[in-house]
Antibody
Framework: EVQLQESGPGLVKPSQSLSLTCSVTGYSITSNYWGWIRKFPGNKMEWMGYISYSGSTSYNPSLKSRISITRDTSKNQFFLQLNSVTTEDTATYYC???????????WGQGASVTVSS | IQLTQSPSLLSASVGDRVTLSCKGSQNINNYLAWYQQKLGEAPKLLIYNTNSLQTGIPSRFSGSGSGTDYTLTISSLQPEDVATYFCYQYNNGLTFGSGTKLEIK
């Protein structure tokens, strides 16, 4: 059974970078697609981007200048970096596995990140 | 594609047939999924490709629709169905609806 677990700082200062790790067990990240999604206070969900089985990436155009998703296949982990954060980036961040159609069928429990000075 | 869900809050009784709506700003071509998210938990995939039930999901959940208009139906509401439900389209970009919070009356 695939399991995903997000980890990283829960508090980030404005203008700094947000970095999260998704550790995957029970399934290789060299298959499928692996994405980041966030949920804002008030319930709005936003797809941020994904990295494919081959290492190619796709990002939400609204974030394209600030986001980077990378991976370490030897550790079966993938990573999110979001630069120049503001308070509007305060959210719960989820990592998820996606199918070829980008249907996210397995999710982590989520990591709450607050951007505040 | 923007997705609009209605209602934003739904209160129903145990045993009721419940219908949640999701409307796209453009044709979604049936590339629509539904997720259930209980408080403090990860989202769970219920339905994909409009009407395909994900493995392990109770048969009281069903999906339908076409074009821009889609529906999630719970045939007999159970207490454990209290959650927020999101629709998600993967036809053109990847976007989520605003959610419907389902409560027990």
């Amino acid at each position: 059974e695939v399991q995903l677990q997000e980890s990283g700082p829960g508090l980030v200062k404005p203008s700094q970078s947000l970095s999260l790790t998704c550790s995957v067990t029970g399934y290789s990240i060299t298959s499928n697609y692996w994405g980041w999604i966030r949920k804002f206070p008030g319930n709005k969900m936003e797809w941020m981007g994904y990295i494919s089985y081959s290492g190619s990436t796709s990002y939400n155009p609204s974030l394209k200048s600030r986001i980077s998703i990378t991976r370490d296949t030897s550790k079966n982990q993938f990573f999110l970096q979001l630069n120049s954060v503001t308070t509007e980036d305060t959210a719960t961040y989820y990592c998820a596995r996606g199918s070829i159609l980008r249907i996210m069928d397995a999710w982590g429990q989520g990591a709450s990140v607050t951007v505040s000075s | 594609i923007q997705l609009t869900q209605s209602p934003s809050l739904l209160s129903a009784s145990v045993g009721d047939r419940v219908t949640l709506s999701c409307k796209g700003s453009q044709n979604i071509n049936n590339y629509l999924a539904w997720y259930q998210q209980k408080l403090g938990e990860a989202p769970k995939l219920l339905i994909y490709n409009t009407n395909s039930l994900q493995t392990g999901i109770p048969s009281r959940f069903s999906g339908s629709g076409s074009g821009t208009d889609y529906t999630l139906t719970i045939s007999s509401l159970q207490p454990e169905d209290v959650a927020t439900y999101f629709c998600y389209q993967y036809n053109n970009g990847l976007t989520f609806g605003s959610g419907t919070k389902l409560e027990i009356k």
